[in-house]
């Protein structure tokens, strides 16, 4: 069984189909690019995944559970989590304070005054383990708002872990960085796909980081599903060179 269905998905707004009828079946463990030219229907596509928009039609099941009506919160609860094109952290705390919030809600702590000794040692634990696989530990009491653009994604990046999901959403994680920030945030994604036993689906313009990256690809282009298959079948892909790669081979 799959663990992310999409079942000819669509969705308007007025007159405008930004996404139609799009089919997609994500396995467990595997990494999955979503990519396609300006306009195509990516972020919509993953705001529908992720709850915050619902479907005009069609249906979405995660793990065998139709979450099609199902809220953001509950999604997250389910292991869903997400990233956004415009990093969303808190620049005012320390990357450590930014995970931890994550770490607090994922623990069910959100709402909770005061914890247990056992209770508050365990969230430091999950803190630092976050910390260490993304690798900032050596900057968890800066503000995140001082750092560099890549850090922040990446603290971005590991808000989204604390929360223990099974599917990682990523919403063009290298948008905005150059060489160096793209490497390491590649790495970074590639470190949590091997080493943590996520599923992780990405929208991504960089198709250095996406024929690096991914098992298989997934092209919309004006909402449509154009294509689906490895990075050599996509790299050969007439429609898709002239869609998206502006080339006809």
Do not use: C
Request: hydrophobic share 45%; no cysteine.
């Amino acid at each position: 069984m799959s663990l992310l269905e999409v079942r000819q998905v669509s969705k308007s707004f007025g007159s405008l189909a930004a996404v139609r009828d799009v089919s997609i079946a994500v396995e467990k463990g595997e990494l999955r690019a979503v990519i396609g030219p300006n306009g195509a229907g990516k972020t919509t596509f993953f705001n529908l995944i992720s709850g915050f928009f619902p479907p005009t039609a069609g249906s979405i099941v995660f793990d065998g559970v139709d979450i099609t009506s199902t809220p953001v919160h509950r999604r997250v609860l389910l292991g869903m989590a997400r990233t956004f094109q415009i990093t969303e952290i808190f620049p005012e705390l320390s990357v450590a304070e930014n995970v931890r919030i994550s770490a607090e809600v994922a623990a069910g702590y959100r709402l909770r005054p005061w914890l247990g000794r056992a209770e508050a040692a365990a969230l430091r634990a999950r803190v630092d383990e976050v910390l260490g696989l993304t690798g900032l530990a050596a900057k968890a009491d800066r503000l995140v708002g001082e750092l560099a653009h890549g850090d922040q994604r990446a603290a971005e990046i590991a808000m989204a872990l604390a929360l223990k999901p099974r599917l990682l959403l990523l919403d063009e994680p290298t948008a905005g960085m150059g060489d160096q920030e793209t490497y390491e945030i590649t790495q970074l994604v590639r470190r949590l796909h091997r080493n943590g036993n996520l599923t992780i689906v990405l929208i991504e313009h960089d198709m250095r980081v996406v024929f690096h990256l991914a098992d298989r690809i997934t092209v919309l282009d004006q909402g449509r599903l154009l294509a689906e298959g490895n990075p050599r079948e996509i790299a050969a892909n007439k429609a898709v060179q002239a869609a998206y790669l502006g080339k006809v081979a």
